[in-house]
């Protein structure tokens, strides 16, 4: 049995968090507009970093979402039944270790034509600083009153599960999301996400451009409509 622990970057984690997405930080703008264009309500800015990688991309989304709650997003990232029945599934997901707050899986995505799929093997932790207010005095995550939930998501290796030949092992070098709930508006929630990825393998640079650029984008669309699959649009505040 292997301990998946706390043994995450949690300084990183907060240094990204309080970084402003500012060209002297190395960001560039991206993107501006809404999530889904059913509901105007809901907005995203999407940033990119320049890449060395000819197979990795790093970025991050500031979003806003109406009527949406940090505990059901959570719970649809958490518990690996709901990205089964998402809108876009993993070929493959399974956990390998669940320790509390913390687990272990293995995801398989379904990549288009000519790719080869890409499997990660990635360590979680997930701490809600109402939920769990001594492990956020632990790992001195901020100090906030009001609701928020931390997520980080690390690519392990582990002997008892090594690279395959197909699919390709990629790496999310780092991928960290913040959900805070809006102190003076309870119908509003807050989404930050940085993401580290490196895909490996051969990827022509036209569709390396293409995930570039769409990544973010799908991320945070599946996140609302997948959310509202789950829990419904009446629910949105």
């Given at each position: ?126 701490v809600g600083n109402k939920d769990d207010p001594e492990l956020v005095k632990k790992l001195d995550l901020f100090d906030w009153d009001h609701e ?65 650029e769409n990544a973010p984008i799908r991320m945070m669309t599946s996140i609302l409509d997948n959310y509202l699959k789950f829990f419904g649009a009446k629910t949105r505040g």
């Amino acid at each position: 049995m292997y301990a998946s622990g706390l043994e995450f970057d949690i300084a990183q984690f907060k240094t990204v968090m309080e970084e402003a997405p500012s060209k002297e930080n190395g960001w560039n703008f991206i993107y501006e507009g809404m999530v889904d264009k059913t509901f105007s309500d809901s907005t995203m800015k999407i940033y990119s970093k320049e890449e060395n990688s000819k197979t990795g991309f790093t970025t991050r989304v500031d979003a806003v979402m109406k009527g949406v709650k940090a505990k059901n997003v959570m719970l649809m990232i958490r518990d690996i039944n709901y990205r089964k029945k998402a809108e876009r599934p993993p070929k493959k997901i399974k956990i390998l270790e669940k320790v509390k707050n913390t687990d272990v899986i293995y995801v398989e995505l379904d990549l288009p034509d000519p790719l080869t799929n890409r499997d990660l093997l990635q360590k979680r932790l997930f701490v809600g600083n109402k939920d769990d207010p001594e492990l956020v005095k632990k790992l001195d995550l901020f100090d906030w009153d009001h609701e928020y939930h931390a997520i980080i998501v690390e690519s392990i290796e582990r002997a008892d599960y090594p690279p395959m030949t197909k699919p390709i092992r990629a790496e999310m070098k780092m991928h960290h999301m913040l959900l805070e709930e809006v102190p003076d508006d309870p119908t509003l929630l807050k989404i930050r996400v940085v993401s580290n990825m490196e895909l490996n393998g051969e990827i022509p640079d036209s569709m390396m451009k293409a995930i570039r650029e769409n990544a973010p984008i799908r991320m945070m669309t599946s996140i609302l409509d997948n959310y509202l699959k789950f829990f419904g649009a009446k629910t949105r505040g």
